[in-house]
């Protein structure tokens, strides 16, 4: 068996294109433009990847964008003072930190100052606890991706065995949480979990967000499982010269040459989740502007 490829390329263009045109009819029967700001503290090369990317999708699909890039030696003052300065600008529906942050900011003080109205990474205690009891929220851009991956490969996901590896606030406890809304049999499982590869082996879904490289090995998975990868880690090029001068390749958690031969459905990477992750944060843009516009219900 050779599982087939969930094409990450593919399904975020579809969500693109049907953020693109709601942008254009916002602007066309409401006049409003969604905006987009996202906060880069830092020289973090993958970090800076990301932020030109989302900077630039956000851009294509016609949304206002605003990208602030502060230095590393920025204080958790005046980060959380910029934050709450795009708080209070009306031109701006989403604010995005991305983390992670220099050692010297809290995390948790940043998202504290957060308007959770304009949380598009679901990120605030007020958007997580809504996810939890089930309400309407913005939901973390990684999970929101991953569920429509599952949708459109799976459709109806009731009934279906879940294992979730990994118990990340941005990825792990939201991917379970949507998974149960989707009346799955969820288990998280974590680096304490007994066995876990024969917990692993029972999943008709397994999600594998570990943030380590190739973990989830051929053995560890049930012929015909789907696995979505949410893993992007750099480890050294397979070349050896490549390798002796510091290149790497991209890997996930999964080891993709032998989990391929026996999972019915695989998201790649690069080429799978990661490109999701950017096409929902547009999403979750638009989303938050009908909602402080009071045009979504």
């Not at 006049?31 to 090369?45: E, F, H, N, S, T």
């Not at 939201?174 to 024969?198: E, F, M, Y």
């Not at 026996?262 to 979750?284: E, K, R, S």
Request: charge should be positive; hydrophobic fraction near 45%; include cysteine.
């Amino acid at each position: 068996m050779t599982a087939q490829i969930i094409d990450g390329k593919v399904l975020s263009e579809v969500v693109r294109t049907r953020v693109t045109a709601e942008v254009a009819r916002l602007m066309r029967e409401h006049g409003l433009k969604p905006g987009l700001a996202v906060v880069l503290v830092g020289d973090d090369p993958a970090s800076q990847i990301y932020v030109r990317s989302k900077g630039e999708q956000s851009q294509a699909a016609g949304m206002h964008s605003v990208t602030h890039r502060l230095p590393a030696e920025t204080t958790e003052e005046a980060l959380i003072a910029l934050v709450r300065e795009l708080n209070a600008d009306p031109a701006i529906h989403g604010v995005l930190v991305q983390f992670p942050v220099p050692p010297h900011i809290r995390q948790a003080k940043v998202l504290e100052a957060l308007d959770p109205a304009k949380d598009v990474d679901g990120l605030t205690i007020a958007n997580a606890g809504r996810l939890v009891s089930g309400l309407p929220t913005l939901t973390p851009c990684t999970p929101l991706g991953c569920m429509i991956m599952l949708r459109e490969t799976l459709g109806d996901l009731a009934g279906k065995s879940a294992v979730v590896v990994g118990r990340s606030n941005l990825v792990g406890k939201p991917i379970a949480l949507l998974l149960l809304q989707a009346n799955c049999t969820v288990t998280i499982a974590h680096s304490r979990t007994v066995d876990l590869p024969a917990i692993c082996r029972g999943a008709d879904i397994l999600v594998a967000a570990t943030g380590q490289p190739q973990m989830v090995r051929k053995s560890w998975v049930k012929p015909g499982a789907t696995v979505i990868d949410v893993g992007v880690n750099r480890v050294p090029s397979l070349d050896p010269a490549k390798a002796a001068a510091g290149g790497t390749r991209v890997v996930g958690d999964v080891y993709f040459p032998g989990v391929v031969n026996v999972a019915g459905h695989i998201t790649p990477v690069p080429g799978g989740v990661g490109l999701m992750t950017v096409a929902c944060l547009l999403d979750n843009t638009v989303t938050a502007a009908k909602r402080i516009a009071g045009l979504d219900r």
